[in-house]
């Protein structure tokens, strides 16, 4: 089972990226997914998560209003747009499949965990 991110990179502030995570091994249309990210020296925090149907949807404070996540169950795969990005979202972004079908800031209830894309803003 493998969770594949991809789409970081470097970008200016105000501009815009698109990550996407690509399952295989398994589907996980059944399951929440979630973005968390972490940024060196910081502890790895929660970013974004989807329910598995894709109607219900968690933003932390700091991206609420920029980023929007989204699924397509039918490509096993989770999105994350980013716009605008600001130089305060540098991390490396990891994807992440949860136990329950629900959408969850929750980490410890994520037990399959993708390798992460580095995302970098500069200003």
């Known amino acids: 089972v493998q969770l594949q991110a991809s789409g970081g990179g470097l970008v200016q502030a105000g501009g815009s990226l698109r990550l996407s995570c690509a399952a295989s091994?398994?589907?996980?249309?059944?399951?929440?997914m979630g973005w968390f990210r972490q940024a060196p020296g910081n502890e790895r925090e929660f970013v974004s998560g989807i329910d598995w149907s894709g109607r219900s949807t968690k933003y932390a404070d700091s991206v609420k209003g920029r980023f929007t996540i989204s699924r397509d169950n039918a490509k096993n795969t989770v999105y994350l747009q980013m716009n605008p990005l600001k130089p305060e979202d540098t991390a490396v972004y990891y994807c992440?499949?949860?136990?329950?079908?629900?959408?969850?800031?929750?980490?410890?209830?994520?037990?399959?965990w993708g390798q992460g894309t580095q995302v970098t803003v500069s200003s």
């Open positions: 091994g398994r589907t996980f249309s059944s399951n929440g």
């Open positions: 992440a499949a949860h136990r329950g079908s629900y959408s969850s800031d929750y980490a410890p209830g994520y037990n399959y």
